[in-house]
RNA sequence: GCGCCCCUAGCUCAAUCUGGCAGAGCAACGGACUCUUAAUCCGCAGGUUGGGGGUUCAACUCCCCCGGGGCGCACCA
């Protein structure tokens, strides 16, 4: 069979040589025969000289053909960019001081059909970027990085969590029910059980059954699927991570995610101060700390709580330039009011902690106020990077909740909970107190990488389909 | 879903404001060149200006519809 080899022996990544060959003068020769393997990305040919810059995936080396010493020299002078080449020769560096591979043999590993061409500019539209990824990933070193970076960041996130005794667990995608979050879910069906499936919009509800279960610590990192619109902030899947921990609450949990969030940084970019979209963001522990309530006053300048009357938080919400809906109660509307005055003010890193019990149906009740419920959202760079809570483990309460939430759907919030009789049935099994954890796993990669929009740290960030 | 902006050669961009022959660099193709670095030089080719309709003697340019994209708003992580 002809076409090109099925395997390269590749003894050398293009990024190694340079260390390896530092002492090498310019004009010297190693004596040293390596193989290297990549894409062409610049070709110089001169008469009976070529020069081409092969790039892999630790970086790049100058190849230097010469027509005497060149097996078919004159096919690697006709190299076009992007073609993928291995090539064997000796180490050297040329006259002008450029480390190469002296080629002897070369072999075309895959031509190019197609080349993005521009030496200098690359691919910038958004469009192809997004679309033909393979090219972006080909001319922008940057993407590439912040695809490693992504992979990186990942593997750190297990290692911590592993050292620290959680398990990583696999559940469902396909949900009966769609619960675990206030969403819209995305429906499928299956054809020999006739139903309808949900893709799932958060794992929460199956892990919180391994607890039960006796997993005492256990940790998902997957995709979830939201039916709602993009922005540089959403993507309709995108990656969670949700752990779980038996005999802790959301304290607990503050500290976790201080710990985790700022060692990433730290490893990742070595420094636990980082700087993302020019501004200072220092993750250094601790973060401050404050309720919902207090940080409603602190914006708006006078006290607000779920204890304030509905009627002054229903002024100050339709103030704030929300019309609020009648069936709204004291809780939705200082969600509505944080949500509106207070936090596009905020930066971070910072807890805000003690959320309604109106608008947590997942949550347990706060041991000091029965209207509200132990939970925090961790607002980093301006947005929601976690969300946490003590889990509420009384069946009787999760069902007078789901009940609540399904009179909401009914009336039209097609985000609401559905009543789920699976979960309820292991919750009188008996869940222990147990605190959990949402991280959006791709907002971190963004911050960690500096990054604005959550489709650079997606590879293939959903599109509409071209036609 | 609503508002604003963008779409010109394979890639990166001019020409659009003020309607008057659609251009350049890179890539590709042919040629020259024994140390290049976005090599250089000579030559050649490359377009239904996202699609359709309208106004006009004349439309890349002005108007309308459609498609795709970006940002903002809304919702969320």
Redesign the pocket.
Known sequence: MGGPPYRFDRTDEAGSLPARFESLEAGGESGEVVSVAGRVM????????A?A?LKDSSGSI?LFA???LTADFEGF??L??GDWVGATGQVVR?????L?VQVAEWTLLAGAR???????????????R?RQREVDLWANDRSREVMTARSDMLRMLREDLWERGFVEVETPVLHPIPGG???RPFVTHHQALDCDLYLRIAPELYLKRLVVGGMEKVFEIGRVF?N??L??????E?TMLELYQAYADYTDLTMLVEDLVSGLARRLTGSSALSYQGSCLDLTPPWRRATMAELVEEATGSPASVHTSVDELRRRVASAG?EPDPAWGAGKLLLELY?KTTEPGLFGPVFVLDFPAEVSPLARRHRADPDLVERFEVVVAG?????AFSELVDPDDQRARFVAQARARDAGDS?AMSVDEEYLRALEYGLPPTAGL?I?V??LAMLLTDTA???EVIAFPT??PE?
Do not use: Y
């Open positions: 610049l070709v110089r040919p001169q008469g009976r000289l020069f810059t100058q010469l027509a005497g002078a006709k076009r960019l040329t006259r002008r001081g450029e190469s197609r080349s993005f061409g521009d030496k200098w500019k690359g691919v910038t539209d958004v469009e192809t997004f979050a206030l969403a939201r709602e619109g922005s540089p902030r959403h993507n309709p995108f929300v949500e947005r929601e990077l976690a969300n985000e949402g959006g791709d907002r929009n959550i489709r599109l509409r036609r």
